[in-house]
Every structure is written in structure tokens, then in C-alpha cells.
């Protein structure tokens, strides 16, 4: 689960990550990790049978080059820069109101001094580079720590920002979820005309950090790392395990086959890399990435291929990161556009009031924001003197997740029951401070998938809580004020646990819950748990109700591993033979409004079975310090998109 929690998360390159389906375990504040396999649970993988090298792979024999060039009718498809879209997209909005300078001097006390703030401070570096400072350090805050820099094996967000940092790719996105192949790293992008076959010409002028260069070769071995049964890789897997075969034809020619001509296709071709000449000597000995004496080497002195290295690393504590000169120069000119900052530091601070301290203080410079730091710790001369803050909106919503394989939550009268006990208006108003929406469901109001006609928010109603319980079967037939019901022969009271995170927001939305649930005779025990401890529980099915949150992939059928019966993500095992019937038709379905309409079914059919309460939408609330420019917002927040943190810079005099 996450901070951002998903179905494939991946990396990009400039500094971008692409999340497929986030799952959050911070409730509306901050991000935690991914959903992935956790370093010890790597390191308990033992390899069942012989190794074999992509053993996950259908056979495929595929064919020549000059077959695939004869009979695939090429189409191109975009080769483009991240800071030049969205240069382009800024210039459509026109020129701030005001100028940065100015923005830096207001306080954000309305809607309309943020937008005017946001506007101003989003503006981009020159495309000159003139007035920037390329010495410039910066130090962001993460609430988790890295606990492995191999891009297999990347599973919180902290490891997915290492590697948007440290490593590149070939695809990436914009802030409106346009797909474009990276001029950093590609020369050409072609798709056949049946939309079966890609082909991506890659650029001669990118290098591994130990001086080898990037190849074709590298994304076909990381491709078959990726699809071995040993290597234990399931959130870098997700995805990528929907193609047929990679095939490097030469150092710079890159052809990737699909399983089946899907509108998702593009978004499975973000394969993590490694680099082939290391990896293939090591790989074979030790599967698990984290056993040898060579893996816990490259650990700490990984070969990366991206704008940044790694030259420090205190686990639990912060890594530091160089700008390598040699990943935009080559032979004397400049190939690729220079990172605008020498070091990137990132500090992991797990308690948030600490971290604001910190941001106040100048240690870091950069954080999310919980409702209650925003509305009542950020608005002194203590915050202003060094930081600002501005906020947009973000696709990520909050839920309460019910095991419906429980005794308890089987039954969906008793999971609507859940869903109108709960007291909206003080959950909205007090604890998340009048600053997120009501939740109506699994997409959010903006996306374009979000039903037309699609629920209204609930309110809470204990009457009819209270009568759908009782059509279920829970009454209170001792007198003891505690509803019971009698199942495989003996009475049961209706008690059960909720799990919540340990952040303030996350105890005070599950003890709110206990608090309505009271009101009608139902016992909610409520237990604050560690990240590492809920996600092992959340992946094994092992509670019986949940609070997280989901943000938002690149495309709405990431949800099926969410919601697919069966599917990884599925913490709560809800199953529906017609919500699988969608997902597959939406996958496979081009026109655009007829895939909306498909998705849209998708979210009234969850909304009417209720496997989650859903509670809030939050939106993205950060801090910055005021050397810092260039940050702006998707609905996937400042970060997971192209350009990203890329776009980020500090001018050469600063307030």
C-alpha cells in the first residue's frame, strides 16, 4: 500500500514515476509506500525449482526485423520533452497575474490567492537556463524509508522517487495523462497499424554510470529478470507481465510484441531497467536481489543510468544523491538538458509534526501538508519566513475497506449499514478541517470516467443503518446493548477490528467510526498499526476492516487489480462477475466515450455492492521553500507525471 499504494508502478525518466494505482496509507496527508514485496519478503523467496532466465515467458519465436518492418505498416507516435510540453501547456494558460516575487510575499488565506500563487510559482526556468542556480542543493522529505535502490525491487514511494531520480526509460506522460516516448532516452516510437508491435529507435548517447551505454539489450534482459518466477518482483511485474516478448534486433533497436491489441498497451511497456552487464552475472546466484555479497554491494553502490547517483546513504535516515555531468554531456557538447540541481537530498522523517519543524527550520525544503498543519501550523511568521505553500486538486480518495470474506461485512445490507453510520459532516469539517470533499467512489468527479449521472454523497443515517442491519440478521436479542447474530449454531456479538495508520488523521477518522458504530450496538475496536505491519496484513487478507486510500494510475483499468476478483490489490476479496466482465471490455474497447461508459458502469456497480465506505477526496497540499520554483500539480499531485520534480528549480538569488 502507499503513499501513494499500486497496481504497476513504475519508473520514468526526468524525474518522473508513474504510479498505475496508488495506494495510500496516510490518510489525507502524506504518502506512504507502494504496494510491493517488502525486502524481507524478497529475501524469505526461495526459488521452488531451477533458475530460468524469463521462465514466466510464453515461447515466442519472433520474427526478422525486416519481417516486422515489411508487414507492420508503422505509425508514428510522439518523441517529445517533458519541460517543453509542459512549457506549452503553461503558455495556454496565460501569463500570471502576478509575479513570483509577489507570490512570495502573500499568505494563502482563499482559493483565489492560491490560484494567483500557484500560477506565479509554476512558472518554468528560462529555456536558456539563464538566472538558475546549477550549485543549488535541495533537500525533500519522505515518510518511509529506501530500502532497496534496485529498480526490481522497488515497493514504497520512497524507492520509486529514488529511481525517477537515478534511472530512465522510454515512455513517460504529461500532467493530462498524454503518453509520449522521452527524447532523453529515444530516437523514434512506431506502433503497427494493429496496434501489435512497437518499435522504439533508441538514442547512442546514454550510459550506465560505470561508463557502459544503454542498449537495447539492457530492456530485453530487464524484461526477462523481470518475468522470472524467482526474481519475487510483483509491483514492477504488474504491467509489464501483459506482454508478449521483448526483442533487441541491435544495440538501438527495440521491438516489443503484445499479448493483444489493447489502448492500454502503451502503459505496460514502462519496464523497470537494470543493467544487462551486471545483473546477468549476478542474477542466476542470487534471485532474491538482496542475499549476495555483490547484490548488498550494488546496494550501495548501484549503476544507474538516470540524471542522479547515489553518493550517500544512511538507512532509515536520509540518501543523498550527485548530478552525474556525464549522463547530459558526451564528448565535450550537451546532449540532454542539465539537471537544475548538484544534489538532491532526501530525508526520511516518519512523524509529520517533526518534519514540519524541520521545514521551518530550513532542513528540508519540501513536504505535504496534513489538513491540520495547513489550517493551523502554517500560517505564522515562523512558516512564511522561509516557505510558502499552495495546493490543487489530486485524484486520491479515502475508504474504509471491508473484508467481505469476514463473517461480519458478507453481507452488503451490513456494508451499507457501515456506509450510512458514519458522521460525514464531522469527519469533513472537524477532522479533515472543511479542506477535502466528500468521497461518491472509487474515480474522482474530474476524471473522465466518472459516471455522468453518478451518486450523491451520502449522509449519515442510523435509522437505516439500523434496519439494514437487523434485515441481515443483527439484533440485539440479550438485552446487553451489543447486536448478535447466531451463525454456524452458536450467537455471536458483532464485534470486529478496525486498522488505521498511526497518523493523526488516520486514528481520529477510525475512532469517529467506532464512535457511530457505538450508537448502534456494534463493537469497533480500533488499532493504529505500523505501515510494515498493515501492508503484510492488507496483502494477506489478514483483518476484517481497513482504512487506506487509492490515488489515481495513467488509466482506469488499473483498478482491476484492485477490484478484479482474485487480483493482488484485492486486500478485501470482493468478487463480481460483471465488474470483471467490465474491466475486460474496457480494456479492450478504443473509442473513448465508449470505454468512459464502460468505466462509469464500473464505479455505480462498486457503489451499489459497497466493498468500501468511501470517505473523502484529497486533494494535494504542500509546503516549499521559497528558493524553490517551478513545482505545479496533476491528479497525481507535483510529482508523478513529466516533468515532475524535473521542472522544479531555484533561481540564483533567493529571498
Known amino acids: 500500500m502507499t503513499s501513494r499504494c499500486l497496481t504497476p508502478s513504475r519508473l520514468l525518466p526526468g524525474g518522473v514515476l508513474a504510479f498505475s494505482a496508488l495506494l495510500l496509507l496516510s490518510a489525507g496527508c502524506t504518502s506512504s509506500s507502494t504496494e510491493g514485496p517488502s525486502a524481507e519478503k524478497a529475501e524469505a523467496a526461495e526459488p521452488t525449482k531451477p533458475f530460468k532466465l524469463g521462465d514466466l515467458i510464453e515461447p515466442f519465436d519472433p520474427p526478422s526485423l525486416e519481417e516486422v518492418d515489411a508487414t507492420a505498416n508503422w505509425q508514428d507516435r510522439p518523441v517529445r520533452d517533458g519541460l517543453k510540453v509542459m512549457r506549452e501547456l503553461l503558455a495556454e494558460q496565460g501569463k500570471p497575474e502576478i509575479t513570483a516575487d509577489e507570490a512570495l510575499k502573500l499568505r494563502n488565506d482563499s482559493p483565489e490567492t492560491n490560484a494567483r500563487m500557484r500560477a506565479a510559482l509554476g512558472q518554468l526556468a528560462p529555456e536558456d537556463g539563464s538566472g538558475v542556480n546549477y550549485n543549488a542543493s535541495v533537500t525533500r522529505h519522505v515518510g518511509g524509508d529506501l530500502k532497496s535502490t534496485n529498480p526490481l525491487s522497488a515497493s514504497s514511494v520512497t524507492e520509486f522517487e529514488y529511481q525517477s531520480l537515478t534511472n530512465s526509460g522510454i515512455l513517460s506522460f504529461d500532467k493530462n495523462f498524454e503518453w509520449f516516448a522521452t527524447i532523453e532516452t529515444v530516437k523514434s516510437w512506431q506502433t503497427s497499424e494493429d496496434k501489435m508491435v512497437d518499435k522504439f529507435v533508441l538514442r547512442d548517447d546514454v550510459f550506465w554510470s560505470d561508463g557502459t551505454p544503454v542498449t537495447a539489450h539492457d530492456y530485453e534482459f530487464s524484461f526477462q529478470a523481470t518475468m522470472t518466477e524467482a526474481v519475487v518482483v510483483p509491483a514492477v511485474r504488474s504491467g509489464v507481465d501483459e506482454l508478449k516478448w521483448v526483442k533487441a534486433y541491435d544495440d538501438h533497436t527495440l521491438v516489443i510484441f503484445h499479448k493483444e491489441s489493447l489502448p492500454t498497451n502503451t502503459e505496460n511497456m514502462q519496464i523497470s531497467l537494470i543493467p544487462k552487464h551486471v545483473y546477468e552475472k549476478t542474477i542466476p546466484d542470487d534471485p532474491t536481489l538482496a542475499r549476495s555479497k555483490e547484490h548488498s554491494r550494488l546496494e550501495d553502490d548501484p549503476v544507474v543510468s538516470g540524471p542522479y547517483k547515489l553518493v550517500k546513504r544512511t538507512r532509515g535516515q536520509e540518501f543523498v544523491l550527485e548530478r552525474r555531468e556525464d549522463y547530459y554531456m558526451h564528448d565535450g557538447e550537451q546532449v540532454r538538458d542539465k539537471p537544475y540541481f548538484k544534489t ?113 454523497p451520502v449522509k449519515q443515517d442510523l435509522e437505516k443503518a439500523q434496519q439494514l442491519l437487523a434485515e441481515a440478521g443483527w439484533e ?180
Not at 420 to 440: F, V
Open 344 to 456: 538532491v537530498r532526501v530525508n526520511q522523517i516518519d512523524d509529520f509534526n517533526t518534519a514540519l519543524l524541520a521545514l521551518k527550520s530550513g532542513d528540508i525544503d519540501q513536504m505535504e501538508l496534513r489538513p491540520e498543519q495547513w489550517v493551523t501550523q502554517t500560517n505564522g511568521d515562523d512558516f512564511y519566513q522561509r516557505n510558502t505553500k499552495v495546493y490543487d486538486t489530486e485524484w486520491v480518495e479515502f475508504h474504509f475497506i471491508w473484508n467481505v470474506e469476514s463473517t461480519f461485512f458478507e453481507d452488503k445490507n451490513v456494508r451499507w449499514a457501515m456506509t450510512y453510520a458514519m458522521d460525514y459532516e464531522e469527519l469533513l469539517e472537524t477532522i479533515c478541517y472543511g479542506l477535502y470533499e466528500q468521497s461518491r467512489g472509487n474515480y474522482h468527479p474530474d476524471a473522465w470516467m466518472f459516471p455522468k449521472d453518478g451518486p450523491e
Open 476 to 655: 440485539d436479542t440479550d438485552g446487553d446493548g451489543i447486536l448478535d447474530k447466531e451463525i454456524n449454531g452458536r450467537r455471536r456479538p458483532f464485534e470486529f477490528t478496525l486498522t488505521t495508520y498511526t497518523t493523526e488523521t488516520g486514528i481520529k477518522t477510525a475512532t469517529l467510526m467506532k464512535e457511530c458504530l457505538d450508537l448502534l450496538g456494534i463493537v469497533c475496536n480500533v488499532k493504529p498499526t505500523e505501515f510494515t505491519v498493515m501492508q503484510e496484513k492488507s496483502r494477506n487478507h489478514e483483518f476484517e476492516a481497513m482504512m487506506a486510500g487509492w490515488g489515481t494510475g495513467t488509466d482506469p483499468f488499473t483498478n482491476q487489480n484492485i477490484f478484479g476478483t482474485g487480483e493482488g490489490r484485492n486486500y478485501g476479496n470482493y468478487s463480481s462477475e460483471r465488474v470483471d466482465e467490465l474491466f475486460d471490455q474496457g480494456k479492450r474497447e478504443f473509442d473513448s466515450e465508449k470505454r468512459a461508459k464502460i468505466y462509469a458502469d464500473i464505479h455505480m456497480q462498486l457503489w451499489e455492492d459497497q466493498p468500501y465506505t468511501w470517505l473523502f477526496y484529497r486533494s494535494s497540499f504542500y509546503g516549499f521553500n521559497k528558493k524553490l520554483r517551478g513545482y505545479n500539480f496533476s491528479p497525481r499531485g507535483p510529482f508523478g507525471y513529466s516533468p515532475g520534480f524535473g521542472s522544479v528549480w531555484s533561481p540564483e538569488a533567493t529571498p
